[in-house]
């Protein structure tokens, strides 16, 4: 039971590259989000989806694109890397298109770095 | 908008003590209120949660949380600190239309031997 995936757990990219960080979840939630991590700032939402083909904006969506083309996978893309983009990123998931009572679940998570 | 504060970024108590991690949060309708731990180079794990009815509510590995609705706060305790709860702490609160998850700062807790 794998629950939810994330890769890479570490990368480097230098100002103005691509990536794309990759979030699966094999629990058939349709609720999925991004977050990222910084110190002294808890985590805040950069994007989130209720269902395939559904996507909307966190609290900090600047710099990010996203996709739901299936249930399970939910991939966060950075057009051109920036320095303040350096942060541990978080995919959480959960039931009901997240108007559950229940917690998210989160993957371990993806440390970015930008040079 | 909803907000959660959480007082003291970092924490010490000696093992055996007792544990107290402050959250307080504003939100205009009866929130879903959380806390979730975090050890190093790991995700956040539910540690309990407040949805509806008995205020107290008992989570993993110990902990409690109250709801004080008055107070506007979902304090985390447990009685008795072991060396493993070493860890950092998250309050989070869900909005009423469920689709965001708002987090505290963190409270980074230290277990003295």
């Known amino acids: 039971n794998a629950g939810v995936t994330q890769t890479p757990k570490f990368q480097v990219l230098k100002t103005g590259q691509s990536m794309t960080l990759q979030c699966a979840q094999d629990?058939?939630?349709?609720?999925m989000s991004w977050y990222r991590q910084d110190p002294g700032m808890g985590l805040r939402l950069i994007h989130y989806?209720?269902?395939?083909?559904?996507?909307d904006q966190g609290e900090v969506p600047n710099g990010y694109n996203v996709s739901r083309s299936t249930t399970e996978d939910f991939p966060l893309r950075l057009l051109s890397a920036a320095p303040s983009q350096t942060s541990v990123y978080f995919c959480a998931s959960s039931y009901q298109g997240g108007r559950s009572t229940d917690g998210y679940t989160f993957g371990s998570g993806t440390r970015l770095t930008v040079v | 908008a909803q907000s959660v504060t959480q007082l003291g970024s970092h924490v010490s108590v000696s093992e055996g003590a007792l544990v107290l991690l402050r959250c307080n949060y504003s939100?205009?309708?009866?929130?879903?209120l959380f806390w979730y731990v975090q050890y190093p180079n790991q995700g956040l794990q539910l540690l309990l949660k407040y949805t509806t009815g008995a205020t107290l509510v008992k989570g993993i590995n110990g902990f409690e949380a109250e709801f004080k609705k008055s107070e506007t706060s979902f304090h985390l305790t447990k009685p008795s600190a072991h060396m493993s709860d070493a860890a950092e702490y998250f309050c989070?609160?869900?909005?009423?239309?469920?689709?965001?998850?708002?987090f505290g700062g963190g409270t980074r807790l230290m277990v003295k031997p």
């Open positions: 939100s205009s309708v009866p929130p879903y």
């Open positions: 989806s209720v269902g395939a083909g559904i996507t």
């Open positions: 629990m058939n939630h349709e609720y």
């Open positions: 989070a609160v869900k909005n009423n239309a469920g689709n965001m998850l708002t």
